[in-house]
């Protein structure tokens, strides 16, 4: 009787001891530096591997590597085609504009600050490396230094508002070529240990992939500036 | 007090929490792990955390679609569809995974900022629904577009 009564209470007692330990890891105050949290610095404190090596890119200095290579994420706010008016309130959307220069067939999206080297579209990169080399080696506009895009950089060009391909006309426009296939980026994918294994993007036929594929030639549309 | 009913749910309630992201420290702006909101300080977008809607059959006719859109626009308060570069943009190109639905699934999103994300593709504003519906699969961080009804299952998260 006296065993049967003292049941409850343990119970309880083993109940809020878990809950309490637990509930460090349940509300995410594991994650949580043991400092104040000034503006930005709580939220994802981790921006790095956690040491579980599941789920963190291999440590053996290929491009997937977080800690050398880590992953770019967006910078500026993301410009919405103009075109897009699915019934939204106007305040809400950040509408996109270019500004075009036709002498240099640069494309200047003004809301990332991002500037594209259209005429310099280079339809045959064979790897990631040879989209890099091409695109430094870049004159147009010089002092300017290019690049290849990363993933979100070129992925704030997906226009899905357009009817013949996923991207404003005014781009191609910019620099008189046809803008096709899946484009390098300088992203990584980190699902793999492979280093040829990329993010592409492509606009074709009004539907766009972000995947990582494998190496294979591609095109690449160099960028600079952003922020 | 059914202790053998009660430890092993606790247990397994602290335990499978360990979700993980790698969005930079300023992405976002302060939030706590309540938080129904969370905003993006360098896109400045706003988001809801947690999806207002999952496991929703395509939206590819009209009807579907506008049913899906008016998830986000029934909240009132500015709340809209995001469109498919803003989904892109939370997208986390190092995924952490998850246990769900009795597997380990790869999910793509700073799972800090967003802890309740379904491996599932997310809806993005659609100009012509019946002709195409876009969509961000975070279970594999990948974008598209899809025309007609498929057996894909699809998610909503609101933004403003």
Same mark, same amino acid.
């Given at each position: ?15 809020? /001891? /878990? ?7 349940? /509300?995410? !105050?594991?994650?949580?530096?043991? *400092? ?26 290929? !491009? ?41 067939? *640069? ?33 147009? !506009? ?34 008189? *070529? ?16 492979? *280093? ?32 | ?50 999806? %207002? ?12 679609? %506008? ?94």
């Amino acid at each position: 009787m006296r065993s049967r009564r003292w049941r409850f209470p343990i119970a309880v007692a083993a109940v809020v /001891v /878990v809950m309490t330990l637990g509930c460090e890891l349940v /509300v995410g !105050l594991d994650k949580f530096d043991k *400092v104040d949290c000034g503006v930005g610095q709580c939220g994802a404190i981790e921006a790095g591997p956690d040491g579980d090596s599941a789920t963190d890119a291999p440590p053996d200095g290929n !491009l997937g590597d977080v800690l050398s290579n880590p992953a770019k994420w967006a910078q500026w706010p993301i410009p919405n085609p103009t075109r897009w008016d699915a019934g939204v309130p106007d305040a809400s959307i950040q509408p996109a504009f270019y500004t075009s220069d036709f002498t240099n067939g *640069v494309i200047k999206d003004e809301v990332t600050k991002l500037v594209w080297a259209v005429k310099d579209y280079h339809a045959m990169a064979s790897s990631e490396l040879d989209a890099e080399t091409y695109c430094k080696g870049l004159k147009t !506009l010089s002092p300017i230094v290019w690049r290849v895009p990363s993933r979100i950089e070129l992925a704030t060009l997906i226009d899905f508002t357009a009817k013949t391909k996923a991207l404003d006309p005014a781009i191609e426009a910019a620099g008189g *070529v046809t803008i096709t296939g899946n484009h390098w980026t300088s992203s990584p994918s980190r699902t793999t240990s492979n *280093v040829d294994y990329y993010w592409r993007v492509s606009f074709n036929f009004g539907e766009s992939m972000v995947t990582s594929t494998t190496t294979g030639s591609g095109p690449v549309l160099c960028v600079s500036g952003g922020g | 007090m059914r202790l053998t009913r009660t430890l092993p749910v606790v247990l397994v309630l602290t335990l499978a929490v360990g979700a993980r992201g790698d969005a930079p420290p300023d992405q976002y702006f302060t939030f706590s792990p309540a938080s129904l909101i969370i905003i993006d300080a360098h896109t400045t977008l706003i988001w809801l955390r947690a999806p %207002v809607k999952k496991d929703m059959a395509s939206p590819n006719s009209a009807i579907a679609y %506008v049913g899906a859109l008016q998830l986000c626009t029934n909240l009132n308060a500015g709340w809209r569809l995001p469109s498919i570069r803003e989904l892109l943009s939370i997208v986390d190109e190092q995924p952490h995974s998850e246990h769900v639905g009795g597997k380990d699934v790869s999910i793509f999103i700073d799972a800090n900022a967003f802890p309740a994300t379904t491996p599932q593709r997310f809806l993005a504003a659609s100009p012509d629904p019946a002709n195409g519906v876009w969509w961000v699969d975070f279970s594999s961080g990948a974008a598209g577009v899809t025309v007609s009804n498929d057996q894909a299952l699809y998610s909503v998260r609101c933004v403003k």
